[in-house]
């Protein structure tokens, strides 16, 4: 029980609002579900626009 005055705090990296480590919480390191989401978000976006710029140049060379 006195572990959680224990518990360390981190930052989220998504909203840098500072929340207790809690291994029940899901989503850590990010504070809540939204945070993980758009942080997901954020990758996916950025894969999607590399993925699409070598679909669009190798769209010549692979002119099979
Ligand atoms: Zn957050």
Redesign the pocket.
Known sequence: MTNINKAPVVT?P????E?VWNTANRYRP???E??KMIDLGKWANEEYRVEQREQELSDDDHHA
């Open positions: 989220c998504q909203c840098g609002k929340h990010f504070c809540s939204r945070c």
